[in-house]
């Protein structure tokens, strides 16, 4: 039974509206404002949903391969590090910096002048463009760029890049030159900071995976040993880090519909939430082993929003476009997949799944 996955977020869901409902009237005292309030939350929730719906499908791809305390670990501590740090830490975190406050100033900043509170968080997006896109891209872009890959869905494209990855590093160097040109067409000042947060986003890819590789390695040690242990924290340290690429997009994004803090926290802790609930639904119900093409879908999805970060450093595509090409792309490679489900009924679905 659905339900069974999204009461959480739904009980989550009218809680917010109530406190949303609270906050519109004690700001306004007028029906007709908080419903608009309310309104804008409820916008900004399906906002975040049709931009996240590939790293649910992604999440759940890595969440599969972990026992099951690290699951847990990531959907209640991942849930936090989701909500409270990148959806209102992280904006505050922009501001303090950007302007030079405090934690405490930057929170009165953003209740009392959201305005100017806007303004700061929205001239360090050529920086967040740069990291977020860069490490979306990597993730993408190393799913596709893995010699061990047997199962294809675009193969005319994906047999290539499966090949091109005897190259070492080739994907490296592509993001890199991708970062160069993109750079070109900034203004210097702007370039540098797109250049070194680009950079930062591709270390940060490479550090993840380094720990992650370490911890197999000692898993695997034990293993030989007659010890059975799958300790997952190289997968959650991944998962975390790609769940803040995703929401660099939606937190910028939301400034779109307002500039009131309270009201993009509410919105959009509304939608991370049903993320999580479609990330668990996909893993207790093996969606993905029975749609052999979802996963790739959402892989692709995950390098077109990378790529529409990082050219959102010079260019402004509404997020209406991103939230369309990945539900595209997801839909497409699902629709593939039922068509070869029928095609061949008996054929096995395993998959070769990169788990960080």
Known sequence: MLMRFYKGSIFFTVVCLILGAWYGWSQSGSMAATASLLWIILVLAILEVSLSFDNAVVNAAVLKDMDDIWQKRFLTWGMVIAVFGMRIVFPLAIVAIAAGLGPVDALKLSLNNPAQYERIVSSAHVGIAGFGGAFLAMVGLSFFFDGEKDIHWLKWIEKKLALVSNIKAAEIALLLLVLYLISRLLPQDEALTFMVAGTLGLVSFIAVEAISTILEMRDQTKAVNGVIVRSGLGGFLYLNVLDASFSFDGVIGA?????????????????????????IHLVKQGTLAEYRYLEHGAFWAIIVLGAIMLLSARFHIPESVTGLIGAVLIGLSLWWSIRHKRRHPDSGNASVIRAG
């Open 255 to 279: 400034f779109a519909l307002s500039n009131n803090m309270v009201v993009i926290a509410l919105g959009l802790s509304i939608g991370a939430m049903f993320v999580r609930s479609m990330t």
